[in-house]
């Protein structure tokens, strides 16, 4: 089932990153901030970090699209 889902999001996220430029450079501010996590072995960092890493594709969305759900 994760396998399915990452197959699925991965082409999601690739192609709104491709429309939005701010939400690729956030991203991309996350993956080095994990990095320094991951050096500093800061899991609490590391886990606040994934919190809204994870939040980005949301944010691609439509806001009226969001409400109907």
Do not use: C, F, K
């Not at 701010?22 to 919190?51: F, G, K, P, T």
């Not at 809204?52 to 109907?68: K, Q, S, V, Y």
């Amino acid at each position: 089932m994760l396998s399915s889902l990452e197959e699925t999001s991965a082409v999601y996220v690739t192609q709104g990153q491709r429309w939005h430029a701010e939400i690729r450079r956030r991203a991309n501010e996350h993956h080095q901030e994990l990095v320094q996590a991951w050096r500093q072995r800061d899991a609490d960092a590391a886990i606040s970090i994934m919190s809204g890493h994870a939040a980005l594709p949301i944010e691609m969305t439509d806001p009226e699209e969001r409400r109907a759900s």
